[in-house]
T-cell receptor, first 113, second 112 residues
Framework: EAGVTQFPSHSVIEKGQTVTLRCDPI?????LYWYRRVMGKEIKFLLH????????ESGMPNNRFLAERTGGTYSTLKVQPAELEDSGVYFC???????????FGSGTRLTVV | AQKVTQAQTEISVVEKEDVTLDCVYE???????LFWYKQPPSGELVFLIR??????QNEISGRYSWNFQKSTSSFNFTITASQVVDSAVYFC?????????FGAGTRLTVKP
């Protein structure tokens, strides 16, 4: 079984540019989550999809962040325009059902300069 | 509100030493799950263990062991006879329903 895949693994962009992160969950996993770790701090929840619907987006920091999961398969997280404080590692995780374990991807390291 | 505290920011030990990583949590729920994840230098989060709030039995898996104590709201992780390959950042996490909260992580360095 393939794991959770994230693209790209690293991204360096200038302040004000747009970046789109992609997450491919484990096939058949309805639940998809985005987290990020900023500046060596704790890993913080961003949002949760159940299939294509946003179940919980309470962790999204502001309206510069837009997440989508068209068709309930892969998800994208767009940051537009990127700011310096957006730098960090963005993790995606998926699970087959609520209450089951999460499988995390390797993360995307985003650096905004 | 949930909160997970990993008071140890960094720990450095010499190979073969035992090391315990502390995790203290706060929750008002009676049903919850506790996790430990490892983040090696390669960056991915590796699942280590999940315990539910009704199972306080300690668990041992090879050189790893976990001590879950509801009375002190702690879920500590011990590595016995540490090895250089254990060097990583370790995260403790608490989940109620679908809201998973992580601690800030403890960076463990095992020196040869």
């Amino acid at each position: 079984e393939a794991g959770v895949t994230q693209f790209p693994s690293h991204s360096v962009i200038e302040k004000g540019q747009t970046v789109t992160l992609r997450c491919d969950p484990i096939s058949g996993h309805d639940n998809l989550y985005w987290y990020r770790r900023v500046m060596g701090k704790e890993i913080k929840f961003l949002l949760h999809f159940v299939k294509e619907s946003k179940q919980d987006e309470s962790g999204m920091p502001n309206n510069r962040f837009l997440a989508e999961r068209t068709g309930g398969t892969y998800s994208t997280l767009k940051v537009q325009p990127a700011e310096l404080e957006d730098s960090g590692v963005y993790f995606c995780a998926s699970s087959s059902r609520q209450g089951s374990g999460y499988t995390f991807g390797s993360g995307t390291r985003l650096t905004v300069v | 509100a949930q909160k997970v505290t990993q008071a140890q920011t960094e720990i450095s030990v010499v190979e073969k030493e035992d090391v315990t990583l502390d995790c203290v949590y706060e929750t008002r729920d009676t049903t919850y799950y506790l996790f430990w994840y490892k983040q090696p230098p390669s960056g991915e989060l590796v699942f280590l263990i999940r315990r539910n709030s009704f199972d306080e039995q300690n668990e041992i898996s090879g050189r790893y062991s976990w001590n879950f104590q509801k009375s002190t709201s702690s879920f500590n992780f011990t590595i016995t006879a540490s090895q250089v390959v254990d060097s990583a950042v370790y995260f403790c996490a608490l989940r109620e329903d679908n809201d998973m909260r992580f601690g800030a992580g403890t960076r463990l360095t095992v020196k040869p």
